[in-house]
């Protein structure tokens, strides 16, 4: 499918290293993430619940992509994504690269998108902090589920706190 197709589905997509626009201001990615949107009330609104979640990137308004650190374009990469009010987030390594401090501010605004009502489906080989936040959990290797479990669980797997967890 072709990716507006998929993003009128109600499905929403933050790639692996966040591929935001860099020549773009973040307003301008951010109009970008609600291509499908005609209503310029409604876009400024979401817009507006983007700086909301991320209050840096309003600091940020007029500022290229390409000049922001790793965790604001992460943020614009969620915010983008999210200017569409997908029902379904797939995020893929939203930590990568990421400092800790700011690892935990990304994965606390993942808990309030998901609180709010919207569908995380979390790609993460920071396992710990995958498990947190997550209900649900599976072990993938080499392209494989291997195990599959409620979140809980799997943190409570030996298996799990041995090979993925670093416990001895």
């Known amino acids: 499918m072709k990716p507006h197709e998929i993003t009128?589905?109600?499905?929403?997509?933050?790639?692996?290293?966040?591929?935001?626009?860099?020549?773009?201001?973040?307003?301008?990615n951010l109009e970008i993430g609600a291509w499908n949107v005609q209503d310029r009330n409604l876009i400024s609104d979401r817009i507006e619940q983007a700086f909301a979640l991320f209050p840096r990137l309003k600091e940020r308004i007029n500022q290229k992509g390409g000049t922001l650190s790793g965790g604001e374009q992460q943020m614009l990469a969620i915010g983008r994504a999210l200017m569409s009010a997908p029902r379904v987030l797939l995020l893929d390594e939203p930590s990568m690269g990421?400092?800790?401090?700011?690892?935990?501010?990304?994965?606390?605004?993942?808990?309030?998108?998901?609180?709010e009502g919207t569908t995380i489906l979390l790609v993460e080989q920071n396992a710990l902090m995958a498990l947190e936040v997550a209900q649900r959990g599976y072990v993938l290797q080499t392209g494989s589920i291997v195990l599959t479990d409620n979140a809980k669980s799997l943190m409570n797997n030996e298996m799990v706190r041995k090979v993925y967890l670093g416990e001895n």
């Open 8 to 28: 009128a589905l109600g499905i929403g997509h933050v790639p692996e290293g966040r591929r935001i626009f860099p020549l773009l201001t973040v307003r301008e």
């Open 98 to 115: 990421l400092a800790p401090v700011l690892v935990e501010g990304i994965f606390d605004i993942i808990k309030r998108i998901n609180a």
